[in-house]
């Protein structure tokens, strides 16, 4: 089995920047690994993804250009490096990864592995 465990979020003004990282543990192989978003009221949403080695790396419009995500297979571990965070970017972060359903997607429900979630708050 795998686990993945998230870094805590956090309160952050306006054009702040935070970075999320998510560990992997136990069976850590993914071809993907992805970070989705579920703010109150709204549904779930893709964020970033990216291939395990690399070669693909895909983003919602609205973050691209101010969010990145990067991974360290080494250390088991993917990033979200958020910078210029607006108010609409808070919401609860999960990281996924997909193990056995595929190799690579944009859709939540394509992605087998789910971190708990972490807070990210924006003040404005």
């Known amino acids: 089995q795998v686990q993945l465990v998230e870094s805590v979020g956090g309160l952050v003004q306006a054009g702040g920047s935070l970075t999320l990282s998510c560990v992997a543990s136990g069976r850590t192989f993914m071809h993907a690994k992805g970070w989705f978003r579920h703010a109150l009221r709204q549904e779930r949403e893709f964020v970033a993804a990216t291939t395990w080695c690399g070669s693909r790396t895909d983003y919602l419009d609205s973050v691209e250009g101010r969010i990145t995500i990067c991974k360290d297979n080494d250390k088991n571990t993917v990033y979200l490096k958020m910078n210029s965070l607006k108010p609409e970017d808070a919401a609860v972060y999960y990281c996924?990864?997909?193990?056995?359903?595929?190799?690579?997607?944009?859709?939540?429900?394509?992605?087998?592995?789910w971190g708990q979630g972490t807070q990210v708050t924006v003040s404005s």
């Open positions: 996924a990864g997909i193990q056995t359903g595929g190799r690579y997607g944009l859709k939540w429900f394509q992605y087998d592995v």
